[in-house]
């Protein structure tokens, strides 16, 4: 089953989700219990194929880049599989699950 808290701001959403708070709450949960904000997948168009998706830190350097909060990057997926590139293809669309509404518009 799944137990979904809706907050009624962004600051208490956000509160919430804080690593302490967050670990308080799970403790009152089953073990295997984890937590997830809500998430917002954007489509990202003519991004570079150098983009490393495997390096640790790539998300890290689109938010640098980008002027994006620290750790808003969830993930982020190819939208056509690598191998299936053309050769010398320098761009490519991308998927990214952002944690921040604002962000993602």
């Known amino acids: 089953g799944a137990v979904v808290y809706e907050m009624g701001t962004s ?7 804080k690593p302490d ?8 949960y089953d073990a295997n219990s984890t937590a997830t904000g809500r998430q917002f997948t954007i489509l990202c168009e003519y ?3 150098s983009l490393d998706l ?3 830190t790539w ?5 640098m880049k980008n002027d994006i909060a620290s750790n ?12 299936r590139r053309n050769e010398g293809q320098r761009t490519a669309h991308l ?11």
């Open 11 to 17: 600051e208490a959403a956000q509160w919430l989700m």
């Open 21 to 28: 708070i967050k670990t308080t709450l799970l403790e009152k």
């Open 95 to 105: 998927f990214l699950t952002l944690t921040n509404a604002d962000i993602a518009n």
């Open 54 to 56: 495997d390096s640790p």
């Open 59 to 63: 998300s890290t350097q689109v938010e």
């Open 47 to 49: 991004v570079p194929t």
């Open 72 to 83: 808003t990057i969830l993930e982020g997926k190819w939208v056509k599989k690598v191998e």
